[in-house]
């Protein structure tokens, strides 16, 4: 009888699950809003960025030159930096005034600037200098240009020391430009582009941010339509609450499996970004990060009076949360205070292992605290949506009886006042 007893609640308990996975699940294709945020967002947002980025790094920066020296040298120097693809010289100015008025004007985003000893100083085997003014509004623009002065002038000492040198064969050359040899191998971001550096902590960024938006606005939709009053013949005993929680995460959780195999796996390839993270660690990463960002956002939208507020919050805290998570600006220099706060959003723990992951190709045990934390926000975000959940169910049960009562008190009062009559 005891083992009928706990099918049978058991059944039931799928049932009721099922139910609230079917009403969550009508709600949110019924929904434009949330439809927005869980469809279309996630799916033009990962394009919108991966375009924005495409181009990995910027070319033919345009760049002013002063050549007061106006030596063979000079001209050397200038052709040689103009026929590097990042960047273009746009002006050949008189003075530094004139150019500068350039720079102020964004017309050009860089100045060269040879002084009229350039090539004496070179000739008389003293040391001469080329000035470089960059615009620093964009730090692309000024790595083109200084890089590229930085290698012309690296290849024009070499030269002088050859000729200096009086050598006999190649190999003394060699030897005399280059004592110590290395070779630039960029590792895990193969291009150099700032898409492949920045663009794996915003598509986790994105789905995080979309999925709470989502969430909050279905609980403001619910609390305004009053939905919570059909869950409350489900929610008499206790375990009634884990169907609630558990039927409504699995609706989410279905929805955005889907699209994270579309803005982890096919955003990457499209844009042919870094992709090195193995299938099945994949999906042990995602999974505790989707279920730990619904837990987190259905107890959000519960503490959160007003779906309007809910887009308020997210879309102000996603630029912080990009840069705590460690992969615009460095984690070693984030602020210990602000780590902290980082560590209470899943965000933070998904975009690190990731990165390390996808671009480095890292296994799931090696990033084991990272999927440990997770599962810990998952265990401690869904407990506090029981809480809160719980909390809502019983204060509506509350409004309902009290409504009842009300209403019965009133058709007594009604019913005197004929019976007076």
Known sequence: MKQGTLLQRINEGIHDMCYIWAKEMKSVVQDEGVLIFFIIVPILYPLIYSWAYNNETVREVPTAIVDNSNSSLSRTFIRNFDASPNTKVTYRCNDLKEARDLMEKQVVHGILYFPEDFATRLNRMEQSTVSVYCDMALMLNYKAIFQTATSVQGEMNKDIQISMAGNYTDREDQIATQPLAFEEVPLFNTTGGYGNFIIPGVLILIL????????????????????????????????????????????????????????????PHLFHYTALARGNDLIGLVVPFLLACIFFGMFVSCIVRYRENVILLVVFTSLP??????????????????????????????????????????????????????????????LAACLVYRYQIISTRQRVVSRVKYMQEQAKRAKKMENGK
């Open 208 to 267: 995080q941010q979309t999925l709470l938006l989502g969430i909050g606005l279905a609980a403001g939709t619910a609390r305004e339509n009053n939905r919570y009053r059909d869950l409350v013949p489900i929610s008499k005993h206790y375990n009634g609450l884990f169907r609630i929680v558990f039927g409504k995460a699995l609706c989410y959780f279905m929805l955005y499996m889907v699209i994270s195999a579309y803005v982890l796996q096919v955003i």
């Open 321 to 382: 949360l990009l840069f705590m998570a460690g992969t615009s600006w460095p984690q070693s220099n984030i602020p210990g205070v602000w780590q902290g706060v980082s560590w209470l959003f899943p965000s933070t723990w998904a975009v690190r292992g990731f990165i390390r992951m996808n671009s480095m190709g890292a296994t799931l045990h090696e990033i084991q605290f990272e999927y440990q934390m997770l599962w810990l926000q998952v265990i401690v975000y869904f």
